[in-house]
């Protein structure tokens, strides 16, 4: 049996995915609503484990990540930690696409459309 990217995930991360999908931000709400139930003719998954992670949405058809940034994300030990992990879900086999909170809140259209890029 193939082993899949969240096999490798504890009880602990399921239990903490599926707490942050009850603790949604208002910028990951209007992406999901863009991305639910294959509106893009692609299913994607939000807050998923993946290794030791949970990113804030993934397609599995396409292995693509797409992560959502607030502001914490522009001190310098959150941008390293992002590197890092960013490497890691590289190696994985995934793309990984970063927008910040206020590029969905202000320009949700650019975004999606950026999204829609990565689709063959």
């Known amino acids: 049996m ?6 490798s ?6 239990q903490r995915a599926k707490e942050l999908r009850n603790q949604v931000t ?3 709400m ?6 639910r139930n294959n ?16 990113v804030d949405f993934y397609c599995h058809q396409l292995k693509l990540v797409i992560e959502i940034d607030g502001s914490i994300h522009n001190e310098k030990s959150v941008q390293e930690s992002d590197e890092e992990r960013q490497k890691i879900l590289e190696a994985y086999g ?3 696409i970063r927008f910040t909170n206020d590029e969905v809140l202000k320009n949700a259209n650019e975004v999606i459309e950026n999204i829609k890029s990565f689709a063959p």
């Open 26 to 28: 208002h910028a990951e």
């Open 30 to 35: 209007l992406l999901w609503d863009h991305l």
């Open 39 to 54: 509106q893009m003719g692609y299913k994607f998954r939000r807050q998923h484990p993946t290794g030791n992670f949970i």
């Open 94 to 96: 995934l793309t990984v």
């Open 9 to 14: 995930a504890s009880p602990l991360i399921f």
């Open 2 to 7: 193939r082993k899949k990217m969240f096999d």
